[in-house]
């Protein structure tokens, strides 16, 4: 299976998909960090994240096939949301509640 069938496996099978960088009990950077916390202050606690520090294939191919360059990527529903700033201003205006609700 290639890394895009991966990912297009992952985000269609969970409801909350996160790539990040680490764990969300051990985050290893500020913005994975950022992103576990807002989904928990909305009453996540099921997420689904894929460490991109321990897959090469799944971290370069992320970035192809959301065609976006960072990480982290919140997916849900299927749907591509955004990284870590596009998660903040959704959770600051409530977009991001909604959306999982």
């Given at each position: 299976?290639s890394?895009?069938d991966?990912?297009?496996q992952?985000v269609?099978?969970h409801?909350?998909?996160l790539?990040?960088?680490?764990s969300?009990?051990?985050?290893?950077?500020g913005?994975?960090a950022?992103?576990?916390?807002?989904?928990?202050s909305?009453?996540?606690?099921?997420?689904?994240?894929?460490?991109?520090?321990?897959?090469?294939e799944?971290?370069q191919?992320?970035k192809?096939?959301s065609k976006?360059?960072?990480?982290p990527q919140?997916?849900?529903?299927?749907e591509f949301v955004g990284?870590?700033?596009i998660?903040?201003e959704m959770?600051q205006?409530?977009e991001?509640?909604?959306m999982?609700a």
């Open positions: 299976m890394a895009h991966t990912i297009d992952q269609k099978t409801p909350v998909v790539y990040m960088k680490g969300p009990d051990f985050p290893q950077c913005f994975s950022n992103a576990v916390k807002i989904l928990k909305c009453g996540v606690n099921d997420i689904f994240a894929v460490d991109v520090l321990q897959d090469a799944i971290r191919g992320i192809e096939y976006w360059p960072t990480v919140l997916y849900i529903k299927g990284g870590s700033d998660m903040t959770y205006n409530g991001l509640k909604t999982l």
